[in-house]
């Protein structure tokens, strides 16, 4: 069974760059068409959708965060990663990520195996 893991730092100031890591096991990100998406949760309010990369490296981000959203891979290491820029404590939330077979790729409810989140505050 598929398994993934968040990694990164949990605390960030106003203006840096949030840098996140997931490592998938019992599985490989090129799986055809799968899709990885990256997804928060900000304290009190619905899971969010942000992006995803699918199993040929291709990326689909949230309109409401491109330009600052950055999802790449690493198919050695079986990771992908998510760069989001000019973090604002708006951005404060629990951060999560997992995967879908699903074309609905941004929708969260279409998403299982979730990792099992990371805290990031932004705060100075």
């Known amino acids: 069974q598929v398994q993934l893991q968040e990694s990164g730092p949990g605390l960030v100031k106003p203006s840096e760059t949030i840098s996140l890591t997931c490592t998938v096991s019992?599985?490989?990100?090129?799986?055809?068409?799968?899709?990885w998406g990256w997804i928060r949760q900000p304290p009190g309010k619905d899971k969010e959708w942000m992006g995803a990369?699918?199993?040929?490296?291709?990326?689909y981000y949230s309109p409401t965060l491109t330009g600052r959203i950055t999802i790449s891979r690493d198919t050695s290491k079986n990771q992908f990663t998510l760069q989001l820029t000019s973090a604002t404590p708006e951005d404060t939330a629990v951060y999560y990520c997992?995967?879908?077979?699903?074309?609905?790729?941004?929708?969260?409810?279409?998403?299982?195996?979730w990792g099992q989140g990371t805290q990031v505050t932004v705060s100075s």
């Open positions: 997992a995967p879908t077979n699903s074309y609905d790729y941004y929708d969260v409810r279409e998403y299982g195996s």
């Open positions: 019992g599985g490989t990100i090129t799986a055809n068409f799968f899709y």
């Open positions: 990369i699918d199993y040929s490296g291709k990326t």
